[in-house]
């Protein structure tokens, strides 16, 4: 049975910072392109970062570039997001999520990508106060 884990999540102050986790089981993540996802209440999921399956390349949102990192431990089969310099706009619950094979780069904009990634964890809270 294929599973995403995220851990990591929790209540923060702006300017905090995270480590968000996502461990999988039931696949091997060296195979898949990985990328993190947000959904605030009332809103769209949206694209935060995504990193190829070798883990040398990554990909930002412009709202997080310069601040979040994603990084990849194929040996460990996890992902990770570091988050630093938290807003309160980065309230929201992150969802780790995989795509077999690389990036649908044919598809332009991050944020079509969404519905090419197959796999998607259950999600956890990163609350942002002010």
């Known amino acids: 049975q294929v599973q995403l884990v995220e851990s990591g999540g929790g209540l923060v102050q702006a300017g905090d910072s995270l480590r968000l986790s996502c461990k999988a089981s039931g696949i091997s993540l060296s195979a898949y392109a990985m990328a993190w996802f947000r959904q605030a209440a009332g809103r769209e999921r949206e694209f935060v970062a995504a990193?190829?399956?070798?883990?040398?390349?990554?990909y930002y949102a412009d709202s997080v570039k310069g601040r979040f990192t994603i990084s990849r431990d194929n040996a460990e089969n996890t992902v990770n997001l570091q988050m630093n310099s938290l807003k309160s706009e980065d309230t929201a619950v992150y969802y780790c999520?995989?795509?077999?094979?690389?990036?649908?780069?044919?598809?332009?904009?991050?944020?079509?990508?969404?519905?090419?990634?197959?796999?998607w964890g259950q999600g956890t809270q990163v609350t942002v106060s002010s």
């Open positions: 990193i190829i399956s070798s883990g040398g390349r990554q």
């Open positions: 999520a995989a795509k077999y094979g690389a990036l649908p780069y044919d598809l332009g904009s991050y944020h079509n990508w969404l519905p090419t990634f197959s796999t």
